[in-house]
């Protein structure tokens, strides 16, 4: 039976909402078929005081093993790098995150707080967050860039805002069953079972796309929503249109655009007023580029696409 501790630094808890809510396998699977011991989670755990003080220092010690260590949120070092804004147990939850890193067999970060420093992280920081072991794109976080567990591995980022539940649970499931050695990770440390495709794969929209037929309001069910709304699907790197959230919709499925969620950078531009919700342009030219194309090259395929559009695409065909 595998050990498995979850805590959670500066965050919202809707990874912690989004992992409740898994369904292949659920939370209760965890436990129930594959022999996963949640010894505490903040939603979920019995302990308290004194009581989850004694679990903490067990694990800490070596006395209690710990196989995997979940952690949720940022790592928050305000002010002046002592983390007293973000207490827990008695300490500063910064404490906490370095000594059981530091026996935990495995560490999973979830979601883009854990994985990147998300939205806490935007500049001014006051809060002076970090992810375990990123800041956006850069390598370090609160654990270094040279970490690694007990098993030899650096922390699994399982980003997102928040991560899919399935992608929580099917990790957590891999990890324990001993087939961590099957995960492949990509340069930011995510499963390349679930990154390595766009959230476009799978979109709906994507003919509107392909002859450049732009949705101009949320909700519409006809045009994409990349030219105008801001949508990053062709360069954020998730499965949300392959595996569908609650199994039969997603952000562009519903109209709304892709924030680019699963990727360093976000929240983009920094949340700047104007930037959210338009996409950024540069005489009518995108300044983030679809991936794997460059601007000579995408202004004369939207050219020709928006000349071959045939008359059916301006049309509504979804008639359910």
């Avoid at 010690?61 to 952690?71: A, H, N, R, T």
């Avoid at 976080?141 to 928040?162: D, Q, T």
Wanted: charged share 15%; glycine share 10%.
């Amino acid at each position: 039976m595998a050990n498995l501790l979850w805590l959670q630094g500066g965050a919202c808890s809707g990874n912690t909402m989004s992992f409740l809510n898994a369904e292949e396998p659920s939370a209760c699977d965890l436990v129930t078929d594959f022999g996963i011991n949640v010894l505490w989670h903040p939603s979920l755990g019995m302990e308290l005081g004194e009581n989850l003080q004694r679990m903490l220092r067990a694990l800490t010690s070596g006395e209690m093993p710990l196989d995997i260590f979940v952690f949720e949120g940022t790592v928050v070092n305000a002010p002046n790098g002592t983390g007293q804004w973000n207490r827990f147990a008695g300490r500063p939850m910064k404490d906490w995150v370095a000594d059981l890193c530091k026996v935990a067999n495995f560490v999973v970060a979830i979601g883009d707080c854990a994985t990147y420093g998300g939205i806490p992280a935007v500049a001014p920081n006051p809060s002076e967050s970090v992810g375990l072991q990123f800041l956006k794109r850069a390598q370090g976080g609160a654990l270094g860039a040279s970490y690694r567990s007990k098993a030899g591995l650096p922390v699994i980022n399982v980003p997102g805002c928040p991560a899919h539940p399935d992608w929580i649970t099917q990790i957590v499931v891999a990890v324990a069953t001993g087939r961590a050695g099957d995960l492949t990770l990509d340069e930011f440390q995510r499963p390349k079972t679930f990154f390595t495709s766009f959230t476009q794969t799978g979109c709906t929209r994507n003919m509107h796309f392909a002859y450049k037929v732009s949705a101009t309001e949320f909700g519409q069910r006809k045009g994409c929503l990349f030219y105008d709304l801001g949508c990053r699907g062709p360069m954020t790197h998730s499965p949300c249109n392959r595996i569908l959230w609650n199994r039969q919709s997603s952000k562009t499925r519903a109209g709304m655009p892709c924030m680019g969620c699963t990727e360093p950078e976000f929240p983009f531009f920094d949340l700047n007023p104007g930037t959210v919700f338009k996409t950024q342009t540069v005489m009518g030219v995108p300044k983030d580029m679809p991936t794997g194309v460059d601007k000579t090259g995408y202004i004369k395929l939207t050219a020709a696409a928006k000349a071959a559009s045939p008359a059916w695409a301006e049309s509504d065909i979804f008639v359910v």
